[in-house]
């Protein structure tokens, strides 16, 4: 069974970017996968601003990467890039730490302005770490993301699920294929 892990870039307690995170860990649960989902939000500041590799909750989670068959990486779109404290995890990561790794790339905002922050900011960056398999990324505008009142859980509007899930499926396909066992 692929184990993957969700990266949830947004500093916000009640975050669309944090719910849909979280609405698409279960689906990918739903496929049979593994998933452990990582708000940064949650990591603490003072490793992050001081870029403490060795801090014990910050090595555990280049660990679960390092573990994982792939990785969800969620953002917010700030300044037409993904957010600063999604950077700070992502600086802190190995050289390669997303070698061998299906990586799917997924930014909300709130303007189809901002769609161009996957292929210009976050994809480099992904393939810097040496992702090998950056399927292609979604942008979900924020109003197609209805949240509880907590910010936990999310729905998207109907158009937007029918054009993000088929991207998530591919994901789910690409980490089950590398997974499944070589027949000669």
Request: proline share 7%; hydrophobic share 50%; net charge negative.
């Amino acid at each position: 069974m692929p184990t993957l892990i969700v990266l949830s870039g947004s500093p916000s307690a009640t975050s669309r970017t944090a719910a849909l995170s979280e609405h698409l860990a279960r689906r990918l649960r739903g496929d049979g996968h593994t998933v452990t989902t990582v708000r940064v939000r949650d990591l603490p500041a003072h490793a992050l601003l001081h870029a403490d590799a060795t801090h014990p909750e910050i090595a555990a989670v280049a660990a679960a990467i390092a573990e994982s068959d792939g990785v969800v990486v969620a953002s917010p779109v700030y300044k037409a890039a993904y957010s600063g404290l999604l950077k700070t995890l992502l600086d802190l990561l190995p050289q390669f730490a997303l070698a061998g790794k299906v990586v799917l790339p997924i930014v909300t905002g709130g303007s189809p302005a901002h769609v161009l922050a996957i292929d210009y900011a976050l994809r480099p960056v992904l393939s810097s770490l040496g992702a090998d398999h950056i399927v292609p990324g979604w942008f979900v505008l924020d109003q197609h993301i209805e949240t509880a009142a907590d910010g936990t859980a999310a729905t998207l509007e109907t158009r937007a699920a029918e054009a993000l899930y088929p991207i998530v499926d591919a994901f789910s396909a690409a980490l089950a294929a590398r997974r499944a066992p070589v027949t000669a």
